[in-house]
């Protein structure tokens, strides 16, 4: 279900005298531009010093989570995790389809530089009084890669792309919690098998990994805060590890590669407020990548820590205004609902947009669009 935040209801503000509202908005901005302030803090000690480490998640599909899987989450810094309403939920948190109430959908596509592209699909909806079930698939791929021999000679150009797919459950224990799994796969395709036929080469260009296991929980306290815990990419290992072989040629000519995931451990909290009679969120996410392939490590050289945050503000009636960093990225973005009523129902859709500046590499990426909505 499209719902707005959690916040004091309009009756009970317009119950206020204005000396009341006042107070209460300047006590809310008080609070809120403290817990801001702590986010971002939070996010730049997380993102400090890790430059080295990230190499090492560059050697597994992890490119799908920093590009991000919704356009509303990515203007606010990529987090999700601790919103019942972020999009699609089998990814963010499987535990936000417990606060389903209709058939859900999301429709995400973005154009970035060097020729990237990406998208996601999203479908879920509600099973009952108390359970939640979703869908959803993420998208990406390059339009324009060169394929080069050992001798440094272009062959041509080949289009990789790399999907994933969620299947998430969810289930909701009392009125305010939720716990979820989900389940996922990916496929990928390197698209360059054709380029080494002549030299007698089998190259597989298709690879899907084993299914990896996802587990949320989400925890709405009150009004203003929410909280939740999500760790990702365990396996079905005695290391709980999702690894497995990438065979490259179907004749055993190139050698075969690794491909895996790290564990993650991702927290996440949200909170709502009013900043002169306006509804304001922030959010922060702070991530735990384990790099060592085992159990559980507790050396830090095996670990890599980094953050999100994000703040947004109703500036309009339906109309939303978004900033966000996740990591040394930054993001602006906006939004806009629509109410169509038909046959005595309201279809409620939105339309986001979001732009991502990439500091590290000075990227400029202006073409993220996304829409969502429900059915009643």
Known sequence: MFRRDISMPTSSWRGMSSSKR?????????????AFVTLLLLSSIASAGVVEKKAALGGFDGF???????????????????DTSAMPGAYWNPAILGFRQNLNYTLNGEKRDLDRTGGSLG???????????????????????????????????????????????????????????SLSMSYDNMDIAEYYEDENIELNDGYTS??????????????????????????????????????????NSVPSTEGVRPKVLQVGA???????????????????????????????????????????????????????????????????????????????FDVNYALTYESEAGLWNPLSFGLRGYIP
């Not at 009150?222 to 072989?245: D, H, P, Y």
């Open 270 to 348: 949200g909170y709502r407020s009013k900043v002169m009679g306006k509804p304001v969120y922030a959010w922060m996410e702070a991530l735990d990548y384990q790099l060592a392939d085992t159990l559980l490590v507790f050396d830090t050289h095996w670990h890599l820590w980094t953050a999100r945050v994000g703040f947004e503000c109703e500036i309009i009636t339906d109309g939303t205004v978004r900033v966000g960093m996740d990591d040394q990225d930054y993001m602006v973005g906006l939004g806009y609902k629509f109410r169509i009523p038909i046959a005595k129902k309201k279809y409620l």
């Open 123 to 181: 479908i879920e909806s509600s099973v009952g009084k108390r359970m939640g079930i979703g869908f959803a698939m993420l998208y990406r791929g390059d339009m324009d890669f060169k394929v080069i021999d050992d001798d440094d000679q272009t062959l041509g150009t080949a289009t990789p792309f790399f999907s994933m797919m969620y299947l998430g459950f969810s289930y909701r224990a009392t009125r305010r919690d939720a716990f979820g799994i």
């Open 64 to 82: 799908v989570e920093r590009m991000g899987a919704g356009t509303r989450e990515l203007g606010r810094g990529n987090t999700g995790s601790a």
């Open 22 to 34: 006042s107070v209460g908005d300047q006590t809310g901005s008080i609070h809120f531009i403290l």
């Open 210 to 251: 084993p299914v990896s296991l996802n587990i949320g929980w989400l925890r709405q306290w009150n009004e203003k805060w929410s909280t939740s815990v999500v760790i990702r990419n365990l396996s079905f290992s005695k290391n709980l590890s999702s690894r497995w072989t990438k065979t490259v040629s179907s004749d």
